[in-house]
């Protein structure tokens, strides 16, 4: 499945999301998240060491949930954590321009989710 145009337009506007990882324990660790879907991949920034990253790490199952009224686009898939300065700095880029410049964080990685599903209200996504 791809999005649609309107659902392309969904994944620009400024929506927060939840991103749902498997916690320590094995339950669902959720948190709000901004996020970008461009090219076909994910890109949260974070804290390096954050709960997230640490689930990610020992678990890369991870979903992005965005709703907006009756609105909503799920994307699952294997997430994995980018430390290398081109894709922070290229993460960081697209955050800007989605919602805002992001403050400075030396400490700052990408959690990359690559889809493996993507679940959606009608009129996002392709059939």
């Given at each position: 499945m791809t999005l649609t145009a309107e659902g392309e337009r969904?994944?620009?506007d400024r929506h927060l999301a939840t991103l749902s990882t498997i916690g320590p324990r094995g339950g669902i660790h959720?948190?709000?998240?901004?996020?970008?879907?461009?090219?076909?991949v994910?890109?949260?920034?974070?804290?390096?060491?954050?709960?997230?990253v640490r689930n990610?790490?020992?678990?890369?199952?991870?979903?992005?949930?965005?709703v907006a009224g009756p609105q909503w686009l799920s994307i699952?898939?294997?997430?994995r954590i980018e430390r290398a300065p081109d894709a922070v700095r290229r993460a960081e880029?697209?955050?800007a321009e989605r919602y805002r410049p992001p403050r400075e964080n030396p400490?700052?990685?990408?959690?990359r989710i690559d889809p493996e599903q993507l679940l959606g209200s009608a009129g996002l996504l392709t059939r």
């Open positions: 969904f994944v620009a959720v948190v709000a998240v901004g996020f970008t879907f461009v090219d076909g994910v890109r949260i920034i974070t804290s390096d060491g954050t709960q997230k990610v790490e020992r678990d890369p199952r991870a979903t992005v949930a965005q699952a898939g294997a997430a880029q697209l955050y400490r700052r990685v990408v959690i």
